[in-house]
């Protein structure tokens, strides 16, 4: 199976989609992720986001905080794209949704609130992303709010988590919302159906 077909076949609204990719920045925050994953090694998952769902172009997009960069152009913050920018098999060889079958109204809610991020202007914090590996380094108590948090600023599993508040959905309880990592979703407690490609270890 495609990363489209995956994609076309499980991606529904307000699920959640994890891939792991083999860019630079992909492959620090997998391997920075060693130090929560159960076996050490190092994590599947780079990034993490919501589906929206299937608009009048007839594509899926969704929404995510992510670093954009094009021609003359730099996105960093909630944003909305095409899940089309995963569909390279080579640079996202690892594809996940994880489905909480939720209601139509808890669809609503989480969408309701990623549109709302992305009206707001949040940006991508990139001192968070550095403020939940110094945690982790430091072996410090995960549940402690990230050192480096900043207002109106969410990496992308704290902008999932931020979504899934709506509904008062906690990812990992284990896990304060500004430490989230990727692979703490991947291993929420709470009960999902999990869909996966795994091409890479």
Known sequence: MTNKEFFKEFAKPATIGLVGGTALIDKSIRKAQ????????????????????????????IIESDLEFHTK???LGV????ISKYYNENEYPNVAILNFDLSNKQIDNVIGQALN???????YSIREVFGVLYNTFLNESRLNENKFKQKNSLFCSAFVQNCY??????LNSNVNTSQ???????????KFTLNEIIRTK
Not at 117 to 123: E, G, I, N, P, S
């Open 117 to 123: 991020l992305v009206a707001l202007k949040t940006q």
């Open 73 to 75: 152009q730099i996105n």
């Open 34 to 61: 060693k130090l929560i994953t159960p076996n050490k090694l190092e994590s599947y998952w780079s990034h993490a986001f919501i589906v929206n769902g299937i608009r009048q172009d007839n594509q899926i997009w």
């Open 180 to 190: 989230l990592a990727p692979h703490d979703i991947y291993t929420s407690e709470l």
């Open 79 to 82: 944003q909305e794209n095409r």
């Open 165 to 170: 508040n709506e509904i008062n959905f906690t």
